[in-house]
Nanobody
Framework: QVQLVESGGGLVQAGGSLRLSCTAS????????MGWFRQAPGKEREFVAA????????YYADSVKGRFTMSRDDAKNTVYLQMNSLKSEDTAVYYC?????????????????WGQGTQVTVSS
């Protein structure tokens, strides 16, 4: 029922910034929690950030705290991930996801819908 499309990936120098966007098809977008995950080649998918339903709280992995900021615009059915002070270790395919659940937002199994991903490459 929900389709997600990521955009905004690309190549950036270490220390630079990039903003990812994810647009959803759901009419009830504001009722979904949204998450960002990433996966590097040969590695497991890992949690990056999440935001609860409209007016809810944000959560971040320790590795990105202070550098990444997640936000949502329910009028546009879109969530964003502002990435600053990028490091080479941030290189990965970034995926957005949507779900309705309680508790901690980190586990990927809690999300029912996934985008196709957008590549982020940080050069040094």
């Amino acid at each position: 029922q929900v389709q997600l499309v990521e955009s905004g990936g690309g190549l950036v120098q270490a220390g630079g910034s990039l903003r990812l966007s994810c647009t959803a098809s759901a009419r009830t977008f504001s009722t979904y929690a949204m998450g960002w995950f990433r996966q590097a080649p040969g590695k497991e998918r890992e949690f990056v950030a999440a935001i609860r339903w409209s007016g809810g709280s944000t959560y971040y992995a320790d590795s990105v705290k202070g550098r990444f900021t997640m936000s949502r615009d329910d009028a546009k059915n879109t969530v964003y991930l502002q990435m600053n002070s990028l490091k080479s270790e941030d290189t990965a395919v970034y995926y957005c996801a949507a779900g309705r659940f309680g508790g901690v937002p980190g586990p990927s199994r809690k999300y029912d819908y996934w985008g196709q991903g957008t590549q982020v490459t940080v050069s040094s």
